[in-house]
């Protein structure tokens, strides 16, 4: 009977599959149009499982940016979003139009709609490299699916943080140059790189770091097949879209920020253009990047067992290790003189997308190593390493060994799948309690410390001036005397700065409840729930017994009352203040409601004087 259900398991699952490639292989377009409908949509539903984006830079300035470009507060405002609040705005605006223009859900089933999408790049990408290959039609399609399952990418889903809307521009750029070298037949080829170039322009005029993809985008084409002219002419028309539509679409951008500061990328570069409003120096954050030749050469590796040497948010993803594995043996057979392998069952283009990959790479590891970065590169990473699985072994047990692998990379990063913050889904995305300001136009707000406030900015007085004190912003003493000016013109001055909210008990009632559920609650001795603590790391909680019952507490006395916090809020502001020359007016601070999704900031406002 037992074999008799096996036999019928194994026949339902084999039908599955044949029905699966029946409907999403690529075998037709209509097939093609399903699958990438099939995907997008199912983005759309991962993002409203997911919730309302609440990211630290969403709060920071993505949607102050857009805010302030649309409503023109470049000359009105003194960095309320820190440094990052000259930080193109272009994609700001369509985000800022959409989650304050539509319902919070909707907004973020667009936006996973959009970033599902990127399954069709990636599809195109692994369809020119596999052409010729029999296995092409279903294989293409499930790596492109890999791609959207890794780490980097499943973290930005559905967000604002534009590494996965960006993405979109690079690869169909990078697409766009394989179909060229593979031959496509088009009545005028220039038209095909002027578009690539036009997409990577686009991409880099949507978000700077991108400008990595570009140069790796250069050598690629440089890379490709044909005499060195028709490939240098190539990159000729490739550069010149890339900085026609760069220009044209955030050169006004770029332009007001250099009439009104001396610097086009003000704050950042300021030792060469000198603004008096920063300080002469470079801006950069460093503490991502590797030291020492070793980490260097092992980098990889270090950050696939250790995640959180290249991000804040720890996303797992074991698809550069395994990668790093399979190039460093293909090079290894190839310095030793063993050129036999699967070199010449891909396209020729497969050279210029490895050319791509290891240029933007190794230009990633040298300036950020900041793994939201490499979306890009993770979304094609499946591809190059199933084709050096089969490189390394050329039969059917290196597609095997290919699959296995990328089937291991997705499960670790589907269980480690790590986010940037979300919250419950609200009708609104936004809410901010006003505060009572009886003269708005004589009014200046200082928004006080490093913790992301602007995104309140869209919801308050128009005609108030808002500058950040004791920010990132790498403030000189122009920008204080611009600062004392701003104040001196306008004499009602308040501050605000973070409030507190219950969520650190809540938490811990969430997890008690489900404690509670799985009848760990109930051991006289805890021990089942003191074991747990010790293996979830996650938990930063300690076990105690209150009534009778086995229940979980903030490790070293995390938990405090709302008030204390707020208090030592108070105290903190009041210390950055006194650098400015300014304090608290005694017994004025109220705290007023502000809210994302269901998520709630609270936060602090406060009239303001002179130190005495």
């Not at 020119?128 to 973290?155: H, I, N, Q, T």
Request: charged content about 15%; hydrophobic content about 50%.
């Amino acid at each position: 009977m037992s074999a008799q259900r096996a036999v019928h398991a194994a026949g339902s699952r084999h039908r599955f599959l044949a029905a699966v490639e029946r409907r999403f292989a690529f075998n037709s377009r209509a097939n093609m149009v399903a699958a990438a409908l099939f995907v997008s949509l199912l983005g759309g539903c991962v993002s409203l499982w997911l919730g309302q984006d609440a990211n630290w830079d969403l709060r920071n300035y993505h949607l102050y940016n857009g805010y302030a470009a649309l409503h023109g507060r470049l000359a009105l405002d003194l960095a309320p979003a820190q440094m990052q609040s000259y930080f193109s705005p272009l994609l700001d605006i369509a985000q800022y139009l959409l989650l304050t223009g539509a319902p919070g859900a909707l907004s973020g089933f667009l936006m996973g709609v959009l970033h599902g999408l990127l399954f069709l790049p990636a599809a195109g990408i692994a369809w020119c490299v596999l052409d010729g290959r029999k296995e092409r039609a279903w294989l293409a399609p499930l790596l492109a699916l890999s791609g959207l399952c890794m780490g980097a990418v499943l973290s930005e889903f559905g967000n604002t943080m534009a590494d996965n809307t960006t993405a979109l521009f690079v690869l169909c750029s990078v697409w766009r140059v394989l179909r060229m070298q593979a031959g496509a037949a088009l009545p005028r080829p220039g038209h095909g790189w002027l578009l690539a170039g036009a997409l990577i322009g686009f991409a880099v005029a949507l978000k700077l770091t991108n400008a990595i993809y570009a140069v790796g985008l250069a050598a690629a084409v440089l890379a490709g097949p044909g005499h060195w002219i028709s490939r240098f002419r190539a990159l000729l028309l490739v550069t010149l879209a890339a900085m026609v539509v760069a220009v044209l679409s955030v050169g006004w951008w770029y332009w007001q920020v250099w009439q009104q500061f001396g610097n086009p990328l003000f704050p950042q570069f300021n030792a060469l253009f000198q603004s008096p409003l920063a300080a002469q120096g470079s801006i950069g954050d460093t503490r991502w990047l590797p030291e020492g030749f070793a980490e260097h050469l092992a980098w990889p590796l270090l950050f696939t067992f250790d995640p959180k040497r290249i991000s804040e948010v720890s996303l797992t993803s074991g698809i550069w290790a395994m990668l790093a594995v399979a190039m460093f043996l293909l090079l290894a057979r190839r310095l030793l003189g063993r050129r036999e392998g699967g070199g010449g069952m891909f396209a020729p283009v497969l050279r210029s997308l490895v050319v791509f990959f290891v240029v933007s790479y190794l230009l990633w590891q040298t300036l950020f190593s900041i793994h939201r970065y490499l979306v890009a590169l993770e979304l094609i990473a499946p591809l190059l390493l199933w084709c050096a699985c089969v490189a390394l072994r050329p039969s059917p047990r290196g597609m095997r060994m290919g699959g296995w692998a990328i089937g291991v990379c997705v499960l670790i990063s589907l269980a480690g799948w790590g986010n940037w913050g979300h919250e419950r889904w609200a009708s609104n995305a936004f809410e901010v309690q006003q505060p009572r300001i009886d003269s708005p136009g004589e009014s200046v707000v200082l928004l006080v410390g490093g913790d992301p406030q602007a995104w309140r900015v869209a919801f308050l007085p128009r005609s108030v001036r808002y500058a950040a004190v004791a920010s990132n912003f790498p403030e000189s003493e122009g920008y204080r005397a611009h600062l004392r000016q701003m104040l001196l013109d306008r004499p009602q001055q308040f501050a605000i700065f973070p409030g507190s909210s219950d969520k650190l008990a809540a938490r811990f009632e969430s997890l008690n409840a489900k404690v509670a559920m799985a009848g760990l609650d109930r051991e006289s001795d805890c021990a089942k729930l003191r074991w747990l603590t010790r293996r979830l790391k996650g938990l930063r909680s300690d076990v105690q017994v209150t009534d009778g019952r086995c229940v979980l507490i903030p490790r070293n006395g995390a938990l405090q009352s709302v008030m204390e916090a707020e208090a030592e809020q108070r105290a903190l502001a009041q210390s950055r203040l006194a650098a400015y020359g300014l304090m608290l007016v005694p017994g004025s601070c109220i705290t007023l409601t502000s809210r994302i999704g269901q998520g709630q900031f609270p936060y602090q406002w406060c009239r303001l004087t002179p130190a005495r």
